[in-house]
């Protein structure tokens, strides 16, 4: 029998090996004699990684009423003591075999097995120690001490009573006042409402009327449709919700249209569709136009979509077109929606409305109309090439050939002018020459030398 017992509590152990592998610094746990891996220590239970179930087993089994409580050890369940662990532990004790003591004792009762007080009614706190100050008409938070008064008690130990009507309202246990029932008024909630299926306004008795009724006795129905509208109370009108239509509330708004009785206009969204009928927003927003609801135009200087793009440069910095970007009016001189376009074709000034004069070398300012010469000419009408000695762009520059003319375009000497201009540096510089060697080429001893030497 005990082999079989013995044998029964190994196969149960390994059973729980296979569930959860032991800590090897967990309670209880012992190195195996066999191999490396580590068991239960005897007399002991595995319970998760740990082995924290006292056995008592074979001879040392525990009788029906008793618990294990050490290897080989046995108790009285715990609330129990005595032969056969039939008396169940008086008061002031609690535990297995009733060996502890009840802290809260004779204020409270601790349970038999974790020993947690709970309180008598008029005690609180942990160790029920206090007392409780909630008077014959409030009972006691056993944590707190604060007090929950009866029905018609108030103040904070119930010792008020409260001045209320108690079939029509309930009373503040804080305040003491009266919370009128629905259909109740006045200050101990005595006084029916006369509003029909409304409630009324405790203090005054002013009705309240609900959704869907109006009149000073809210005993007029509302003929909008209440699942789009409020009524005016005081005059029955419709009050249509942000979407639907006047007067009673029945269609949405047109298309194009939002807000309370679509009275609203949508903004510019892109591709002209509609906007929201409840709040007016668009997805997005047309070219020129910006804003949640697309109504504001682009500031000054913008345009396009989300107002992105800067303007061209416009007549006296007007602003473009804030949709296209398009200028009204160009600077003299400038055309095409942008104004980037200088005139062509021999056109000139405020809108290239004017036609150039003829610019027999040269061509004609856009903005101004007169004449740019070609270099080498000049004159209103670009027909005087340069007078002599001046060359180049409006003749400004003068020639440097000497007395000979010049390249009334580039300012290059002429043939007869340009071998003068070469050979008379070179004569010098061959001179020059010729005179150093003559003067450098021989060691010379002093001023004396020198006269000898010629
Ligand atoms: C008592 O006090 C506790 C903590 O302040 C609070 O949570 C609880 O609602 C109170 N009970 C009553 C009846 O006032
Ligand atoms: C209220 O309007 C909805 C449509 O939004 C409609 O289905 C419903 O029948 C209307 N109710 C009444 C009472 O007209
Ligand atoms: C456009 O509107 C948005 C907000 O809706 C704002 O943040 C943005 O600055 C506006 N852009 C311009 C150019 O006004
Ligand atoms: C230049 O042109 C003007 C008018 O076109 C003419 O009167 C003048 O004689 C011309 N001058 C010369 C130097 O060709
Ligand atoms: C030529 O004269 C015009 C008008 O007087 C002036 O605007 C331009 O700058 C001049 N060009 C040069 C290269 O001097």
């Known amino acids: 029998m005990d082999t079989f017992l013995t044998s029964f509590v190994l196969i149960l152990t390994c059973v729980q090996c296979s569930a959860q592998i032991l800590s090897p610094t967990g309670k209880n746990v012992c190195p195996s004699v066999r191999d490396s891996s580590t068991i239960c220590c005897s007399g002991w239970g595995q319970n998760g990684d740990e082995c924290t179930v006292p056995l008592c087993e074979g001879e040392r089994a525990c009788l029906q009423d ?27 004790f609690w535990g297995p075999d009733c060996r502890e003591v009840c802290p809260c004792h004779p204020h409270g009762l601790c ?54 009507h108690l079939a029509t309202s309930t009373c503040d246990q804080a305040t003491g006042r009266c919370l009128c029932n629905k259909g109740f008024w006045g200050q101990r909630c005595s006084l029916r409402c006369n509003c029909y299926v409304s409630p009324c306004q ?35 009108t419709c009050l249509c919700y942000p979407g639907y239509k006047e ?17 609203r206009s949508c903004g510019h969204c892109e591709g002209g569709r509609s906007c929201s009928k409840e709040d007016g927003l668009c997805d997005a927003c047309a070219p020129g136009w910006n804003g949640t609801r697309c109504d504001q135009p682009c500031p000054a ?4 979509y989300r107002c992105h793009n800067v303007c061209p440069r416009c007549r006296n910095m007007d602003p473009c077109d804030t949709e296209t970007g398009a200028c009204l009016h160009c600077d003299p001189g400038w055309t095409g929606p942008r104004c980037e376009k200088p005139c062509t074709d021999g056109t000139y000034g405020d809108g290239c409305r004017f036609l150039c004069k003829t610019c027999h070398h040269g061509h004609c300012d856009h903005v101004t109309g007169s004449c740019i010469c070609l270099p080498g000419f000049q004159g209103e009408s670009c027909n005087s090439t340069c007078p002599p000695n001046l060359y180049g762009m409006n003749c400004s520059a003068t020639c440097d050939c000497g007395n000979h003319a010049c390249h009334p375009a580039t300012g290059a000497c002429s043939r007869a002018g340009l071998l003068a201009g070469l050979l008379i540096p070179l004569c010098i510089l061959i001179l020059a020459l010729l005179f150093c060697c003559c003067c450098c080429g021989r060691p010379v001893e002093g001023k004396e030398g020198y006269e000898f030497v010629i």
């Open 202 to 236: 405790q203090h005054t008795g002013t009705c309240q009327c609900q959704h869907g009724w109006w009149g000073p006795s809210c005993d007029r129905r509302c003929i909008c449709n209440l699942s789009h509208a409020d009524c005016d109370v005081q005059t029955g």
């Open 247 to 263: 007067p009673f509330c029945n269609e949405p708004c047109d298309s194009g249209k939002y807000g309370s009785g679509c009275r």
């Open 66 to 92: 008793e618990v294990c409580v050490y290897p080989g050890l046995c108790r009285c369940k715990p609330g129990f003591y005595g032969y056969q662990c039939k008396t169940s532990c008086p008061p002031e």
């Open 111 to 164: 349970d038999p097995v974790t020993g947690v007080c709970s309180c008598l009614p008029n005690r609180w706190g942990n160790l029920c120690q206090n007392s409780c100050k909630c008077g014959r008409h409030g009972k006691c938070d056993p944590v707190y001490g604060n007090c929950t008064c009866e029905e018609g008690w108030w103040t904070s130990t119930c010792s008020k009573a409260c001045q209320c």
């Open 301 to 304: 200087g913008y345009y396009g």
